[in-house]
């Protein structure tokens, strides 16, 4: 069954102090992007409560409700993405995992690192695409707010953007730690934030 597997703080390495600022950085950015989310997931939840309400018991509709909540919804799924990576926080399967030894489990570490990245890097480049063509076309939805298609994009690129970052600092980690404990670290180390308050 699924199940999460809670982060742990990882020791200071040698020499990683000199990434410390660019790691803070973006932990910094991952803590900014899970708060806007938070900040979307509340609008969401009161424009849609305020939409219901005024529905039965004014008969009035809010405006262009489905466009604004879908933007927020965007918000809210795509930009935690970095921080769950970065505390290793996505659901995974360990039944078979958990009974292999932990120099394969560090290997599949790197090697879910690399799926990933194959993964997200075609989605990030098609959401640099959207997001260029909505400010530069300056198109917007119909109705009658006439809301712009470009917040959304933008927040879809960024949270992406964001959540390549994160992976590539978590591949050359991984390929990091499975190198120099000669593949018999411990696979369930959260690397990150850690390195930053570590180092």
């Not at 992406?160 to 411990?186: E, P």
Request: overall charge negative; some cysteine.
């Amino acid at each position: 069954m699924g199940t999460v597997t809670p982060g742990k703080p990882v020791p200071p390495g040698s020499g990683r102090g000199r990434f410390s600022s660019p790691l803070r950085l973006l932990a910094g950015l991952e803590t900014a992007f899970i708060a806007i989310a938070a900040v979307a997931i509340l609008s969401m939840c009161v424009y849609i409560t305020l939409g219901i309400v005024l529905r039965t018991f004014v008969g009035m509709q809010i405006p262009d409700e489905v466009v604004i909540v879908g933007d927020l919804m965007i918000g809210a799924l795509i930009l935690p993405l970095a921080y769950v990576a970065a505390d290793r926080g996505f659901i995974a399967v360990e039944v078979i995992t958990d009974l292999l030894p932990k120099a394969a489990q560090v290997w599949l570490n790197v090697l879910a690192a690399i799926i990933g990245l194959c993964a997200v890097i075609p989605i990030t480049y098609a959401g640099y695409l959207a997001m260029i063509h909505a400010i530069e076309s300056g198109n917007y939805f119909f109705g009658i707010l006439e809301v712009p298609e470009w917040p959304g994009r933008v927040a879809f690129f960024a949270g992406y953007a964001l959540f390549f970052i994160r992976l590539t600092v978590l591949f050359i980690q991984d390929v990091w730690t499975a190198i120099s404990s000669g593949g018999g670290g411990n696979s369930n180390k959260t690397h990150d934030p850690s390195w930053e308050e570590a180092a």
